[in-house]
């Protein structure tokens, strides 16, 4: 059989479900896909997701670090900061970066870290 990858899904690390679900969810416009826990009390993991863009959220201690930066790129993004601008989100605003990969919008979360969302030159 022959090796084939078939995407990645980076884990980042969350300290608190109600924050990370306002800016994963309310502000960036993704969907739970899943959730999961071992009891009510213990950490969550979960899938969020938007389109093709798939995260994974953990409050668990061994997942991930905070101030991970995850690159994604995608089309539209001056459309998207332009929806993200709209939110009016009280914690962050974005701005359109150019340089010589494209242009982006990086989004930090409330627990440190990065989303880069960037549509590269063509």
């Given at each position: 059989?022959?090796?084939?990858?078939?995407?990645?899904?980076?884990?980042?690390?969350?300290?608190?479900?109600?924050?990370?679900?306002?800016?994963?969810?309310?502000?960036?416009g993704?969907?739970?896909?899943?959730?999961?826990?071992?009891?009510?009390?213990?950490?969550?993991?979960?899938?969020?997701?938007?389109?093709?863009?798939?995260?994974?959220?953990?409050?668990?201690?061994?997942?991930?670090?905070?101030?991970?930066?995850?690159?994604?790129?995608?089309?539209?993004?001056?459309?998207?900061?332009?929806?993200?601008?709209?939110?009016?989100?009280?914690?962050?605003?974005?701005?359109?970066?150019?340089?010589?990969?494209?242009?982006?919008?990086?989004l930090?979360?409330?627990?440190?870290?990065?989303?880069?969302?960037?549509?590269?030159?063509?």
């Amino acid at each position: 059989m022959t090796v084939t990858f078939r995407r990645t899904v980076p884990v980042l690390r969350v300290f608190d479900w109600a924050k990370a679900h306002a800016f994963y969810v309310t502000y960036l416009g993704c969907a739970v896909d899943w959730e999961h826990r071992f009891a009510p009390d213990l950490p969550r993991y979960a899938q969020v997701s938007r389109g093709a863009l798939v995260l994974h959220l953990s409050e668990h201690h061994g997942d991930g670090t905070p101030g991970t930066a995850v690159y994604v790129e995608l089309d539209g993004v001056r459309e998207l900061h332009a929806e993200l601008t709209a939110k009016e989100y009280p914690y962050l605003r974005p701005g359109l970066e150019e340089d010589e990969i494209g242009l982006s919008v990086t989004l930090l979360d409330p627990f440190g870290n990065q989303v880069r969302l960037s549509q590269p030159v063509d």
